[in-house]
């Protein structure tokens, strides 16, 4: 029943965008169409995939001409629970691009965009769904290049197809990195399906390189550091609902994949949960620490998926390390937090990108440190940016506090380890986590402190307005997940854990028994959270008591200064400035300083940045490097046809000799 | 169960008895004979009513930082043993969620305070947040060494009757781990010698720096949160060192109080006997802090 409705909301969703082009004379109307194409698309998908999570898991094959592939689709607990945020945030963003890029006014780009949208929100279903490789590598294909041309929506403007081909160039790297994991895949298991790779032994000698391979391929797309560096440029220069549907579900297909082939080996070696783990943690700090030292707001949130991603990895790298060491409830507790972190992190970095949205609708600038004050004229989308932060940061009652505290409690079994076992160093996850936390919630304190709060630092904000209804009802939905998952975490963990035993193929039976103790702690959650909110509102309904009638209002105390302006306030670059002091190990700041000089200094100005260091400072530099030293070889042998025609000669008998000797 | 509700109203009623106690230690180091015990809570009683002035600057999230920050310590306090054997609210990872919901407390503060506008209320609402992340992993690694030594992932236990015998064959990591949770509760409470709560200068300020702008009765909410965070760390720091001390429950509990007190005398000495590091040097202090839980916990799982 649930195959065939996914299978709809695949095709649904992948052409909903030719109506917008079909209907391109009357843009209003088939703007809408798509919209309601594309989001009965996602509805019919979201109900199959909460259908087999339900129920036993339902497949379909068909016939396909191509060598080894097969149309071969199946829906198992893993792929469902992905389906879920893979299909709503796009769904959710295309509703808000009703408001954000109209087909009325933005004309053939928005006609394109929804094109290349609906295109890429049916190929990462597929991905999710396939079961066999041919047709997940031809649907990963299709989302790669569509989520190219997402990025190229403002093609005519110079940063935007930098990152465009930057990621590009990303894409392919890790698609090559694919193939040829499937390639090994598939002379292991001796066929391209899914269903013959399932229980490999781990031992054999291609299974490191399968794992390799796959940390790179996925990686890639996931934007575990230092493969991050295509991310936040991609990111930034999409608009916002593509930048909230890539941050938020896109990466997610790279979890989905390294889950995926994981989970095809019976007892993974310990290398690759302590690699996971590491590179998560890596991902995580240096992710945020990133974030902390930015000054556009998109750039911002784009560093805090790969913060998120690092959490994610990290979870699923105490659940490979579970199933190393055989403890059930490691791997019960590193999966559930990790696949509960992507559902998380989809509805709150789409909440916050689709926020970003909207402040850069209303002012025009992504400049953090020229906002401030939007919540006086945007207080519905201040308020619902500031429940998304407050989940981003990982605070109770929202939901980003449920996976994290999953996670934490995987990483804790480990001090239930034996002495002297290896998997004790999975502690190092809890430290790196608590850093991680303290750091996200105070670059989300600069973020909110700076936008919304405070004076407004420029002219930008002046004629800021809240952003028209079919923007803000699709940010409304998404912090209405955020707030339900993260009151009752209950609702979601009976189905993580399922799906964890049918990944790491554990008896039923064990995971009864510790999924009935994380509903117990998770109830407790829910109280507490419950006692949280009264307290609240009783001490709110005190303090009305006492503040009867008006108050007297003055300004804010400058501690005797007369003639405070709006350029005196603390900015997000100060207000992040000490912490970032902390990450000079690894950062390149740029600084441009005009001292002002003389009795009557007329100009002076103070311009700081902080590149990336993976792409800015070593990829680069390599590159260009590296092309002006083919440019000098090549110069040699312009013009020499004979020598052209010898290098041929002598490339093609290598080759010979290599195949004759191999 | 009576001894679990009344450690809540000792937690409610008591709290600001230990600013009140450091003060008068304060007092007779310096000679002076100091404000009765009980001041705290008259300059509660007294902010509270009183009206309040508001900048014009400010927003609900000004008006409702200190209510948050308020009800998070609160709900903290469920999680918490406060002298009975166990805590109203104990599961297994509730200690994270209890650091958790004091970092929604500082989360909270800290918006308020930026929501000023002043570039005073944001110089402390950096150092906070700047401070409070580089303390957590010291916290937690307190925390980790704490459960792999008594082998319980929720507070209740970890701070329970089983720390006993644990002393005997642990002691020397667990006694890093209190001087670096001891630490912690310093700088989150903003106490000498990561703050000065007595300072007069809003530049080298921290904490009171962040509710200049607070009067009345919002003033009274953060006063009183700030001691209810001072009693939750005074409890971790007290069960941590001395444990349950007797097994008969009525005689722990007031082993607990008394403890609390010593608690506040020893924050007293510290105040009295060292000045307020500079303000570069506070993360250096914290660091070490999280060198000494990290060296507690390489000794408990060697």
């Not at chain 1, 996200?440 to 904000?461: P, Q, T």
Request: hydrophobic share 55%; glycine share 10%.
């Amino acid at each position: 029943m649930s195959a065939p409705l996914i299978l709809a909301s695949v095709l649904l969703t992948s052409l909903s965008g030719g109506a917008a082009l079909a209907l391109r004379r009357r843009p209003e109307v088939g703007q809408r169409f798509a919209t309601a194409l594309l989001v009965t698309g996602a509805l019919l998908g979201i109900a199959g995939a909460l259908i087999a999570l339900g129920g036993p898991t339902p497949s379909l094959a068909f016939r396909w001409s191509t060598p080894g592939g097969a149309l071969s689709i199946r829906v198992d607990a893993l792929s469902a629970l992905f389906l879920l945020p893979i299909l709503g945030v796009p769904a959710l963003g295309s509703v808000y691009g009703l408001g954000y890029w109209p087909q009325a006014t933005r004309g053939a780009s928005s006609i394109r965009l929804q094109i290349y949208f609906g295109l890429v929100t049916g190929a990462m279903a597929l991905v999710c769904v396939s079961a066999n490789a041919i047709l997940f590598l031809a649907a990963w294909e299709v989302m790669a290049l569509a989520g190219f041309l997402l990025v190229l929506t403002e093609h005519e403007r110079p940063d935007v197809q930098r990152a465009a081909f930057v990621y590009l160039a990303a894409a392919h790297v890790g698609n090559l990195a694919l193939f040829a994991l499937f390639a090994l895949l598939g002379r292991l298991a001796g066929s391209f399906e899914f269903a013959a790779m399932a229980g490999l032994p781990a031992g054999a000698a291609a299974s490191g390189w399968i794992f390799a391979l796959a940390l790179c391929g996925f990686g890639l797309k996931a934007g575990l550091v230092p493969l991050h560096f295509w991310l936040p440029g991609a990111h930034a220069a999409a608009p916002s609902h593509v930048s909230a549907l890539m941050s938020g579900v896109l990466l997610k297909t790279g979890i989905y994949g390294i889950l995926r082939v994981t989970g095809f080996f019976d007892a993974p070696p310990p290398a690759w949960g302590a690699t996971l783990l590491a590179a998560g943690a890596a991902s995580a700090v240096l992710g945020v620490g990133f974030a902390l030292a930015q000054h556009d707001l998109k750039r911002l949130l784009a560093y805090h998926s790969v913060e998120n991603i690092g959490i994610i990895a990290m979870g699923a790298g105490l659940a490979l390390l579970g199933r190393t060491y055989a403890q059930p409830a490691l791997v019960v507790l590193g999966f559930s937090g990790a696949v509960l972190h992507v559902v998380n992190h989809a509805t709150f970095k789409g909440l916050l990108f689709l926020g970003a949205g909207a402040v850069h609708h209303a002012t025009g600038t992504r400049e953090i440190d020229h906002l401030g004050g939007l919540s006086r004229a945007m207080p519905v989308t201040a308020a619902l940016f500031l429940v998304g932060a407050t989940a981003i940061s990982g605070l109770p009652p929202l939901n980003g506090f449920a996976s994290e505290w999953l996670v934490y409690l995987g990483a804790m079994q480990a001090t239930l380890a034996p002495a002297a076992s290896p998997l004790q160093l999975a502690l190092i996850a809890v430290p790196a986590l608590a850093l991680v936390g303290g750091l996200a919630a105070a670059c989300f304190a600069k973020v909110f402190g700076a936008v919304f709060l405070g004076h407004a630092r420029s002219g930008h904000v002046a004629h800021a307005h809240e952003p028209p209804p079919a923007m803000i009802a699709p940010m409304g939905v998404l912090a209405a997940v955020c707030v339900l998952i993260g009151l009752l975490p209950v609702a979601v963990l009976p189905a993580l854990s399922a799906a964890a035993a049918e990944w790491a193929r554990l008896p039923p039976d064990v995971v009864t028994d510790l999924a009935a103790g994380g509903v117990r702690s998770a109830a407790r959650i829910s109280g507490v959270a419950a006692t949280l909110l009264l307290a609240v509102g009783a001490v709110l309904l005190w303090r009305r008591a006492r503040l009867r009638g008006p108050q007297p209002a003055a300004p804010t105390w400058g501690c005797g200064f007369a003639r405070p302006t709006a350029r005196m306030q603390y900015t997000g670059s100060s207000f992040a400035d000490s912490l970032v002091l902390r990450f000079g190990w690894v950062f390149f700041p740029k600084t441009r300083v005009v001292i002002p000089a003389g009795p009557f200094p007329r100009h002076a100005s103070f311009d700081s940045s902080v590149p990336d260091t993976v792409l800015d400072v070593v990829i680069v530099p390599a590159a260009g490097r590296g092309a002006r030293f083919a440019e000098r070889v090549r110069a040699h042998f312009i013009g020499r046809v004979q020598f052209q025609a010898l290098l041929v000669v002598l490339g093609l008998l290598t080759l010979l000799g290599w195949y004759a000797v191999w | 169960m009576t001894l679990a509700l009344l450690q809540i109203v000792a937690f409610l009623l008591g709290a600001p008895l230990l600013p009140g106690v450091i003060g008068r230690v304060k007092a007779v180091f310096a000679g002076r004979t100091g404000p009765p015990l009980l001041q705290p809570w008259r300059d509660l009683l007294r902010l509270a009513g009183k009206g309040a002035v508001f900048s014009r600057t400010t927003t609900w999230i000004f008006r409702a930082g200190p209510a948050v920050a308020l009800a998070a310590t609160l709900a903290a306090g469920l999680l918490v043993p406060l002298g009975a054997p166990a805590a109203l609210v104990r599961f297994g990872g509730d200690f994270v969620l209890f650091a958790y919901l004091l970092g929604l407390g500082r989360f909270a503060t800290v918006l308020a305070a930026l929501d000023t506008g002043s570039s005073f209320e944001g110089m402390g609402a950096a150092r906070e947040a700047t401070y409070s992340a580089v303390a957590e992993p010291a916290l937690f690694l307190g925390l980790v060494s704490l459960a792999r030594s008594t082998r319980a992932l929720d507070l209740s236990h970890m701070l329970g009757l089983q720390l006993q015998p644990v002393w005997w064959t642990d002691g020397p990591a667990l006694l890093l781990v209190a001087v670096s949770v001891f630490v912690v509760a310093l700088a989150e409470n903003a106490r000498v010698p990561v703050d000065d709560p007595s300072t007069h200068l809003e530049l080298t300020m921290i904490h009171e720096v962040m509710v200049l702008d607070h009067s009345g009765p919002d003033l009274a909410l953060i006063q009183y949160g700030a001691a209810l965070k001072l009693y939750l760390f005074g409890a971790l720091v007290v069960r941590l060192s001395l444990g349950a001390l007797a097994q008969e429950p009525w005689l722990a509990f007031a082993a607990f109080l008394g403890g609390q007190v010593l608690f506040a005398i020893a924050i007293g000495v510290v105040e009295s006997t060292m000045a307020r590091l500079r303000l570069l040097r506070v993360p250096q202090l914290l660091i070490g802090a999280s060198a000494l839980s990290a060296f507690a916990l390489v000794l408990l799982l060697r």
